[in-house]
């Protein structure tokens, strides 16, 4: 009697083994690449409707964030700052220029300038603004270096684990109150000046949350 | 095995390609891979809201309205003995005295932490026009920003409510910063403006002796 299986279905289950592991890293390799904040927001940069620099104005010309930026430290909420605040300057300098025109129908009219949103947080997370950087963390730990910043884009992950990474560890991330908005601050090496630092998590009662209500309420 | 391994090759090399590399700068808007109510129906600051005509979230108070906090004090309208505002409260809110004039009182107990506080506000929303020292060479003026200078006699001899209303209100080509700036903040400017001033126009018989000597005066 003949053989009801050639020979090469022998190796048939093992190559199927074989193909269903490759597959499966594939898809694991995929997934948590690409799946990932670090993917999905880092490097978002959309066109805004006024191509505004913040590489010249918070860096070249060194404004203060919060000039601008002016509750930062009083709200919950980082304000895009209203129209007035650009014509504070600009109904002087570059008071006709076409670049402008944007802003300057925006003052007129008050319809408020369509600004694209980079950094958003999920609805369930209930970040506040003025609660970090009143005790000490800079504006460059989530937003990366905004003054070297032609186009804004989206620096850092913000995904959860990058909260926690530093709710963890609050004495590597923390820095005095006067550097705050200061984004080319480094972290001094000598150990008495990181250990004073490092002190402030103690002497501010900083206690960052790990529990979910805390930022999940 | 072997069209499984080109096809498993190709599909690899076709994701990578159409998908990138994290970190890259792209226009596309993050996508949210699991958006478990990630955007939820609620109002937040500074958004946009179909239900109104112009789309705006926040709402403008109506004329002639006046928010909470801002100009009466509470506890005093109802006081049985309430007549009005009280004179000391309308010099505080406006810098002017009943009859319209500017008052030279100020209305906030002078301490360090005010004039600390007012070195910061000046650093953040004055510096960039009227320069570190106040002469008028902030880091503008290259721009054609034209400021003026705190050190001549008639900012010397003016009063303090009318510093406190150029602040709020604006003056020429400046623009008010009263809705960025609350009463506490003008006035500690108003402090600090007065601080500079002194830096620059000092008799050296205020100067105690060692500071002379330092000077070799």
């Known amino acids: 009697m003949a053989n009801i299986f050639p020979k090469w279905v022998n190796a048939v289950p093992v ?21 990932s904040p670090e993917y999905t927001r880092v490097g978002y940069a959309p066109t805004q409707p006024v191509a505004f620099s913040h590489e010249f104005h918070a860096g070249t010309l060194d404004i203060d964030c919060r000039y601008c930026h002016t509750f930062v430290d009083r709200s919950g909420h980082s304000n895009v700052p209203g129209s007035n605040v650009c014509m504070s300057c600009h109904s002087m300098v570059l008071k006709n220029d076409p670049k402008l025109a944007t802003v300057r129908q925006s003052y007129d009219s008050g319809e408020p300038i369509p600004w694209v949103r980079v950094h958003k947080a999920p ?8 609660v970090h ?19 804004v884009y989206h620096a850092k992950q913000l995904s959860m684990g990058f909260c926690l990474e ?24 000598d150990p008495e000046a990181i250990s004073e630092i490092e002190g402030f998590v103690h002497d501010w009662g900083v206690n960052p949350p790990q529990s979910c209500s805390g930022c999940h309420r | 095995m072997r069209i499984f391994l080109t096809i498993y090759i190709l599909v690899i090399i076709a994701t990578v390609s159409i998908l990138g590399f994290r970190g890259s700068l792209t226009e596309k808007e993050p996508v949210e891979v699991f958006n478990d109510m990630d955007r939820q129906a609620k109002y937040k600051p500074q958004a946009e809201n179909s239900f ?13 309205a006046v928010s909470r906090g801002s100009a009466l004090d509470m506890r005093a309208v109802f006081d049985p003995d309430f007549q009005g505002v009280s004179e000391a409260r309308l010099i505080e809110l406006s810098g002017k005295n009943e009859d319209g004039t500017f008052s030279n009182d100020f209305p906030f107990e002078v301490d360090y932490k005010l004039m600390q506080d007012g070195q910061k506000n000046y650093n953040i929303y004055c510096v960039s026009c009227h320069g570190v020292s106040g002469d008028g060479n902030g880091v503008t003026k290259p721009y054609g920003i034209l ?16 510093i406190y209303d150029v602040i709020a209100n604006g003056k020429g080509l400046m623009y008010g910063l009263k809705d960025r700036l609350d009463m506490r903040q003008r006035w500690s400017i108003v402090l600090y403006l007065r601080a500079l001033q002194r830096s620059q126009y000092t008799d050296q018989n205020d100067l105690s002796n060692k500071e002379k000597s330092e000077l070799g005066l």
């Not at chain 2, 200078?149 to 409510?161: A, F, K, M, P, W």
Request: glycine fraction near 4%.
């Open chain 1, 15 to 35: 190559k199927v083994i074989i193909a269903l592991v490759l597959i499966k890293i594939a898809v694991v390799v995929g997934v948590t690449y690409y799946f």
């Open chain 1, 123 to 130: 609805d369930y997370v209930y970040f506040n603004h003025s």
């Open chain 1, 133 to 151: 950087v009143n005790r000490g963390i800079g504006c460059v730990e989530c937003h990366g270096q905004v003054d070297e910043m032609e186009v």
């Open chain 1, 166 to 189: 530093c709710h963890r560890n609050p004495e590597d991330y923390i820095r005095p109150v006067e550097e705050v908005y200061n984004l080319d601050w480094q972290r001094p090496t």
């Open chain 2, 52 to 64: 109104f005509k112009n789309r705006q979230n926040d709402r403008l108070k109506p004329s002639l």
């Open chain 2, 147 to 162: 400021a003026a200078s705190y050190h001549d006699d008639r900012l010397r001899n003016v009063e303090d409510g009318y």
